[in-house]
């Protein structure tokens, strides 16, 4: 036993001094992106509410009657009760900063990046790869913009974050029958459907997923022993999952203003341009580009995944056949994208907050090629992967501060002068209403700012004080 131990000891200190370079270079692009967004945060971010962001007024100034139904209302086609109760915690604590939700953001996307290169150095034994660097610059780029620095973005980015999580423990797991795998798929299972759309739609497949593992485990431990509670645990989250999924229709109203499906044809390019999203905004300069790009890429991973079920066996094939269960399942998520956003392409596009969505997709590309692909093909295309990101980097960024930036800093300015002048809240609303929530009226948004300022949040605290005789004043 001793000299086998001094032998892989040896091994291991002789393995983390060949990548100590890949190391120091991933962990260093990882740490650039976070403080990139965060300088831009403190450069750019301001503590006014921005759209969704006025709905948190109301209850963090005592003013939402009934807190419950305020939590579960429909947002579009969203019910995001989780996002809006961390959201809201967060701003009490912080008295009312809005930035707070754009720090939590940069935060939990940079922890995202982190557990990512982390699970694949596990996968090679603990070894580094330069293309890992891919995590960060995928996530954190700042043509993510509104995903990084708009408060109620949090909603993408917790479903975004507990899909990966999932994504991460199928990789990590040949099959679910550890503790900390079973406990923290389940958990991510239960949570997806209270964030919204963009998190209900993956609770159906992988339901069915955790189940079947569950009724495996059972019969597993009926004939050889083990935790009949992992079992239980499985086949538990899964029907709550369920639960909440039917729930979440119950009063379920269609958004009537957006446009109807103009068919499958629109509905098809609207899934590709989607999925080439995932590359940044950058893709929209050259949509047939990018798709080509993006599916030159994604059906070869979809392949050697495909080939990794019928090639293995046992608890090697269990784990691809999940996999490849979750990467049919963001196909099936870019098609509900498709079909229904495929009405705003001729007049908007695609929002550059779905840059986020589509990131995911490329994400289980790289493992499907680290677990399964031949080792010259997985250099070539993790590498690749991450080059291309790279090289679309400073392009993303531009797209970023143009796009978004730009037009957040220019409007955000414009208020925070035109409080500065001393303009009372109705002539503020007036204003910079379609900046900063077009589909309130005037009167509304008045009196979310006079909230804020009987509450003393924000510079909104030195906001002059309405005409007495104003006809306009929002206290008569």
């Not at 103009?262 to 989607?274: D, M, R």
């Not at 929002?351 to 250099?379: D, N």
């Not at 009167?443 to 979310?448: F, I, R, V, W």
Request: with cysteine.
């Amino acid at each position: 036993m001793e000299p086998r131990t001094v032998h892989q000891g040896a091994a291991v200190v002789s393995a983390i001094r060949s990548d100590r370079g890949a190391r120091v270079f991933v962990w260093s692009v990882w740490l650039v992106m976070i403080l990139v967004a965060l300088v831009t945060l403190a450069r750019y971010g301001r503590n006014i509410p921005l759209a969704e962001d006025w709905y948190f007024v109301s209850p963090i100034t005592g003013n939402e009657p009934n807190l419950v139904n305020w939590l579960w209302a429909q947002n579009n086609e969203h019910r995001v009760p989780l996002p809006r109760l961390i959201l809201l915690t967060l701003l009490k604590v912080t008295h009312g900063d809005f930035r707070a939700g754009m720090v939590f953001n940069v935060i939990t996307l940079g922890v995202l990046a982190f557990v990512m290169i982390r699970v694949a150095q596990h996968l090679r034994g603990g070894q580094t790869s330069f293309a890992d660097a891919f995590f960060p610059v995928a996530l954190l780029h700042l043509g993510n913009w509104p995903n990084l620095f708009w408060g109620w973005q949090f909603s993408f980015v917790l479903s975004t974050t507990l899909t990966c999580t999932l994504l991460l423990v199928l990789v990590s797991h040949r099959t679910l029958s550890t503790s900390s795998a079973v406990v923290v798929a389940g958990i991510c299972l239960v949570l997806l459907p209270l964030c919204g759309a963009t998190g209900l739609v993956f609770v159906p497949l992988l339901t069915l997923w955790l189940l079947y593992c569950g009724v495996l485990q059972w019969h597993a431990v009926k004939v050889n022993g083990g935790q009949r509670w992992i079992s239980s645990f499985l086949i538990g989250t899964a029907v709550i999952a369920l639960c909440f999924m039917g729930l979440y229709f119950v009063g379920y109203k269609r958004p009537t203003w957006n446009p109807p499906n103009p068919g499958i044809g629109a509905t098809l390019k609207t899934t590709a341009k989607f999925l080439a999203l995932g590359f940044g905004p950058v893709a929209a300069e050259s949509w047939t580009l990018s798709v080509m790009v993006a599916f030159g890429f994604l059906l070869p991973s979809a392949a050697v995944a495909v080939l990794a079920v019928l090639r293995h066996q046992g608890l090697e094939r269990h784990r691809a056949l999940g996999i490849l269960l979750f990467f049919g399942n963001l196909a099936l998520f870019a098609l509900a994208i498709g079909w229904g956003r495929a009405g705003y392409i001729p007049k908007v596009g695609l929002p550059m907050r779905y840059v986020l969505l589509a990131v995911p997709t490329l994400c289980t590309a790289y493992f499907v090629w680290e677990l399964y692909g031949s080792s010259k093909l997985r250099t070539v295309a993790q590498r690749g992967l991450f080059l291309g990101m790279c090289l679309l980097l400073p392009f993303n960024t531009v797209a970023g501060l143009l796009k978004w930036g730009h037009w957040y800093h220019r409007g955000m300015e414009a208020v925070e002068q035109d409080l500065l002048a001393g303009n009372p809240p109705s002539i503020l609303a007036e204003e910079h209403r379609d900046f900063l929530i077009h589909w309130w009226d005037e009167n509304q948004l008045a009196e979310g700012m006079q909230m804020l300022q009987d509450a003393g949040i924000g510079p909104f605290a030195q906001m002059q004080e309405e005409p007495v005789n104003s006809e306009s004043s929002i206290l008569k």
